[in-house]
């Protein structure tokens, strides 16, 4: 399975972006697919994550500014991200757990996608 993120930036403290994460793969169902970032120095974190029955999660510090979505026909998850701050900077990374079935076997698997860069800055 791979994801591919694209959407990161550099943006003006106030101003918004959209990543795009697309798997790819042996898939065969989509448990949870959504968002994590990494500060410098410090641990990754939620930013957002939507269950295959829709139930979505958010992290406390992006409430009420980020938007999680996805398109199931393109296997995608998108992350509007509005009001953008700095303490927003970091490297944010597609998360997803899926199943797989592989000559004839069930697996499920976590994957993450390698990271894109949200700068938030003036």
């Known amino acids: ?65 980020f938007a999680i979505s996805r398109d199931d026909a393109k296997n995608t998850v998108y992350l509007q991200m509005n009001s953008l701050k700095p303490e927003d900077t970091a490297v944010y990374y597609c998360y997803t757990y899926v199943k797989e079935v592989l000559g004839g076997d069930d697996y499920w698997g976590d994957y993450w996608g390698e990271g894109t860069l949200v700068t938030v800055s003036s």
């Open 1 to 65: 399975v791979q994801l591919v993120e694209s959407g990161g930036g550099l943006v003006l403290p106030g101003g918004s972006l959209r990543l795009s994460c697309a798997a790819s793969g042996s898939i065969f169902s989509i448990n949870r697919m959504g968002w994590y970032r990494q500060a410098l120095g410090k641990e990754r974190e939620l930013v957002a994550i939507m269950t295959s029955g829709g139930s979505t999660d958010y992290g406390d510090s992006v409430k009420g500014r």
